[in-house]
């Protein structure tokens, strides 16, 4: 210890001690992000999967996303987003984007499952990235609860507490979640699509993104307890109707009573 | 001829409800009262009833509001919620959240007392709002009534309190939305803020305390206050005596319409009816507040939609409406160490101060510069004071440019735009859409006066399109009859008062700021036809009908 505190004015102390703080911080991360490595692929793809993969991927994608997906000036590369990214934006159907704008639409799916799964199959070979996810994260069993409080905190600011959606800047929006797969719910999680955050392992572990998944499917199939939702948009949608639909009822009861007279 | 006969003999009743009735009547005096109430009369009017609405809307506001206060509780005390919606089950929020969702959901008929009081309050509002622009545009502010329409602006803004207090009740994300934004407003008022919102909240945002203060003041306060103003407001109605709309037999000295019993009040008792049936029938179909899906109150999360209720929206949408920063100019700045956010301060307490300082003076401006000081009891036809209707369009515009930006949001979504774009084109709107309106009201009240005008001196088109002997078309052209020419030429028309010397025959600069202002009121004005231009253009009407059924004199023309 002694010997220590004495070499504590050696010229390369500064530096040495930079390199155990770099070290340390260093090794730290590698640690805590190993929760956020790629897993490896539970959805078996086969060699030719990935083949067939990379056919439809030249002859459907390549133009944007150049040959071997390394991205051109219109689509950025796709090395290492991952099967759950391609099954996705594939599956929902905003891959082969439809035109260009200011955010990918949802549309009919262009490719079948089979084909999806192929061109997943593809472009994870390419790289690691998160995997389509496990069944059982998907089943919809969860803590609803907590996934709500979940949902309000990370998701509602800009999908709306009720998941009816809402607006970003410049023509952006998040859309209405009523109708999306747990599949597709899960992925957008981890993949982040569009203006989409990513919502990682380390940020929302798998179980509650179940959570929040199982809290989605529960308000989506219990309804609304009070009649019909109006859209679920809160406030406005509730004022527009007092003004047009409440109101306009009373003024056609006011004419009616006062139509005999004068 | 009753009261000579009572002084003779006393009235005997025959049956056993006849002397009830008589031995109350003969200590209340309700027969004097009946009669007295019962004989006054109201002219009927489709636009005439959205006073009632708002009222019977209050009163039906009252009986919900009181089935609720018996199972809510204005605790903010922290709970777990153990009641039957599972997807906040077991979630941490206040006890007055977790007693509002036990009323959606555990009280027998509770969700739609809930709905039924939120739904009504809406309405309230609505109807308050439509009814005093009615009053407006048909100009029943006037002598003697200016008080009235002061006391009837007090309602408004008592109804926004009441209304604003309650929605904050239920402790959930949205109301608590609101409440942050009120706090951040009151916050940026200067130097008092910050200590009125610490005054307020009981400490810092939010506290323990809110909930209770404004439950008090949404059950107690506010109302007691309403109720106050509904009783003046309403004896001033008797003692007035109501408007009427121009027509054959009305004028400033007499009331045309329906004696108060007994038809009237069976009507006005039905129409109660009418609008409680409207409003359970919405409260029944349609969700309003769903609170159990914004959760409980939590400072950090605001959800996307998240809008005050509409009487409120246009403070929000003016908020939206201001930049924070205009290129390199900003709002905010620090000034002896306090910080003054003019982005706040100005779009929150600007607009509204504007809206109701005019609101509240128009009766007296609009006397001063027309120096009318008579009482009216017929009402303007909006059109035939093209003026105060295009001033009254204009600042209705401006509300509704706010009201809408307080949905940009939803506009953006819901009809494809950049949100950034509905934003710029209503910030252009917040300044030029009143001049459009101004302008564009005042030429189509302008117009319709003309149209009367050629109706009340030509007849109406009929459609029947007549050749004349010496190959001329005309078409002919049928005459009012009495009563609705009445309507298209009986108004004023007042000139422009040119500046006046006063006692001292000096024209001051006031004086001369009044007239210039009287000539923008009534420089352009259509006068109604005079009874010598109708007598002119029907005998020049009759003339040529002889001149088309006789050959030779349509050589004259």
């Given amino acids: 210890m002694k010997a220590l505190s004495q070499k504590r004015r050696h010229p390369l ?92 639409q949802k549309k009919p799916a262009q490719f079948n499952e089979e084909q999806t799964k192929q061109l997943s199959a593809y472009v994870a070979s390419l790289g690691a990235g998160p995997a389509i996810p496990e069944e059982h994260l998907l089943d919809g069993k969860g803590d609803a609860a907590n996934g709500g409080e979940l949902f309000r905190v990370n998701c509602a600011m800009c999908h709306n507490a009720a998941a009816a959606g809402g607006a970003l800047t410049r023509g952006k929006f998040a859309p209405g979640l009523a109708g999306v797969s747990a599949e597709h719910i899960y992925e957008a999680m981890a993949t982040g699509p569009q203006n989409m955050p990513v919502f990682n392992d380390s940020n929302v572990t798998p179980e509650d993104k179940r959570d929040i998944i199982t809290f989605l499917k529960t308000i989506e199939a219990n309804g609304s307890p009070g009649g019909a939702e109006l859209g679920s948009l809160g406030p406005v949608s509730e004022g527009l109707f007092v003004w047009v639909a409440g109101l306009g009822v009373i003024i056609a009861f006011t004419i009616w009573l006062t139509s005999r007279t004068s | 001829m009753s009261a000579s006969s009572t002084a003779e003999a006393p009235f005997v009743p025959k049956t056993k409800v006849g002397s009830f009735t008589n031995f109350v ?105 439509v009814h005093m622009l009615r009053v407006f545009f048909t100009g029943a502010f006037r002598k003697p009534r200016e008080m009235n329409w002061v006391v009837g602006g007090v309602l408004l803004i008592l109804a926004m309190a009441a209304g604003f207090t309650g929605y904050s009740l239920p402790d959930d994300l949205l109301s608590g939305n609101g409440l942050r934004i009120i706090d951040g407003v009151i916050k940026s008022i200067p130097v008092i803020g910050t200590y009125t919102s610490f005054f307020l909240f009981g400490g810092e945002f939010p506290g323990t305390a809110i909930i209770g203060r404004l439950y008090v003041l949404h059950i107690l306060l506010v109302p007691a206050l309403i109720l106050l ?86 403070v929000d949408g003016a908020l939206r409406l201001m930049p924070g920063v205009i290129n390199d100019f900003h709002f905010e700045w620090v000034i002896f160490g306090r910080t003054l956010t003019l982005n706040v301060l100005l779009p929150a307490l600007v ?14 401006i609009e006397r001063w510069i027309t120096k009318d000081n008579r009482e009216h009891h017929v009402l303007d036809r909006p059109r035939n004071a093209p003026t105060r209707t295009a001033i009254g369009v204009a600042g209705f515009t401006w509300y509704c440019v706010m009201w809408a930006a307080a949905g940009s949001d939803l ?56 050749r004349l002997p010496h190959g001329e078309f005309i078409e002919v052209h049928a005459p009012l009859d009495e009563y609705k020419r ?72």
């Fill in chain 1, 13 to 104: 102390a500064a530096i040495a001690l930079l390199l155990m703080g770099l070290l340390l911080t260093g090794g730290l991360y590698a640690v805590a992000t190993t929760v956020n490595q790629a897993k490896a692929d539970t959805t078996s793809f086969s060699a030719s999967d990935v083949e067939e993969g990379g056919k439809l991927f030249a002859a459907n994608c390549a133009t944007c996303h150049g040959m071997g997906a390394s991205g051109t000036q219109d689509g950025p590369s796709l090395v290492g987003v991952g099967a759950a990214a391609v099954d996705f934006q594939v599956g929902t159907g905003r891959m082969p984007m439809q035109m260009s704008g200011p955010q990918a």
């Fill in chain 2, 25 to 129: 009547d003969e200590r209340v005096g309700g027969s004097g009262i009946l009669r007295e109430f019962g004989r006054k009369v109201f002219p009927d009017h489709w636009s005439f009833m959205f006073g009632e609405v708002a009222l019977y809307s209050f009163v039906i506001l009252l009986m919900s509001g009181t089935f609720l206060t018996f199972f809510f509780d204005p605790s903010m005390a922290e709970t777990h919620y153990q009641g039957s919606y599972t997807p906040l089950y077991n979630v941490e929020m206040s006890v007055a959240y977790s007693s509002s969702l036990n009323i959606s959901f555990d009280v027998r008929g509770g969700l739609f007392m809930r709905q039924v009081h939120h739904w009504a309050a809406l309405l309230f509002v609505a109807s308050l709002g």
């Fill in chain 2, 229 to 314: 103003m509904i009783v003046i407001h309403l004896f001033m109605v008797v003692v007035h005596k109501h408007t009427q709309y121009p027509g054959p037999g009305r004028n400033d000295g007499n009331v045309v319409g329906y004696p108060l019993g007994p038809v009237y009040a069976a009507k006005a008792g039905g129409f109660f009816f009418i609008v409680f049936g409207v409003l359970a029938l919405m409260a029944a179909a349609f969700t309003i507040n769903p609170i159990w899906n914004y959760g409980p109150y939590d400072p950090s999360p605001v959800s996307a939609g998240t809008q005050p209720d509409w009487y409120i929206g246009f």
């Fill in chain 2, 351 to 364: 607009p509204a101060g504007i809206i109701f300082t005019v609101l509240f003076m128009y009766p007296w």
């Fill in chain 2, 411 to 466: 506009i953006a979504t819901h009809f494809h735009v950049s949100l950034n774009d509905v934003t710029y084109w209503l910030r252009a709107l917040f300044f030029i859409g009143p001049v459009i309106a101004f302008i564009v009201t005042k030429r189509i009240a302008l117009a319709l006066q003309r149209k009367d005008r050629e109706i009340a001196l030509h007849g109406r088109e009929t459609g029947r399109i007549v």
């Fill in chain 2, 486 to 557: 009445y309507k298209l030429v009986g108004f004023e028309s007042p000139a422009p008062i040119p500046a006046q010397p006063n006692e001292h025959g000096v024209v001051t600069r006031k004086e001369k700021r009044r007239a210039a202002l009287s000539k923008w009121f009534f420089e352009d004005r259509v006068a109604p036809a005079t009874p010598a231009e109708l007598e002119a253009a029907h005998a020049h009407g009759h003339h040529e009908a002889i001149a088309a059924g006789e050959d030779q004199k349509s050589l004259s023309h």
